[in-house]
């Protein structure tokens, strides 16, 4: 089993910058992609960014040259630098995690952590 706790959320202006912690435990060497979900009040869980092991990246399309995801695995980390926030980034963030050779749905999701940015 993985455990994962988000951290860093909170409330900020338009045009501000967050940093996104996720903290990894458990069967740690189990895991290959980390990313970051969101959910908004009244709208679908989307998929914000991944990162797999070995760096490789992608983004949804709203977030590209805004947020970047980045990971430590030393350190079981995983980071979401989030900059230029808009309103409708306002949403509940949840870490994910894949085990090797799972599918695309995340195999573990974090307790997620509030972000809530004001026009």
């Known amino acids: 089993q993985v455990q994962l706790v988000e951290s860093g959320g909170g409330l900020v202006q338009a045009g501000g910058s967050l940093r996104l912690s996720c903290t990894a435990s458990g069967i740690i060497f189990s895991i290959n992609t980390m990313g970051w979900y969101r959910q908004a009040p009244g709208k679908q869980r989307e998929l914000v960014a991944r990162i797999t092991y070995n760096g490789r990246t992608n983004y949804l399309d709203s977030v590209k040259g805004r947020f970047t995801i980045s990971r430590d695995n030393a350190k079981n980390m995983a980071y979401l630098q989030m900059n230029s926030l808009k309103p409708e980034d306002t949403a509940v963030y949840y870490c994910?995690?894949?085990?090797?050779?799972?599918?695309?749905?995340?195999?573990?999701w974090g307790q997620g952590t509030q972000v809530t940015v004001s026009s």
């Open positions: 994910t995690a894949n085990r090797w050779n799972s599918g695309s749905d995340p195999d573990y």
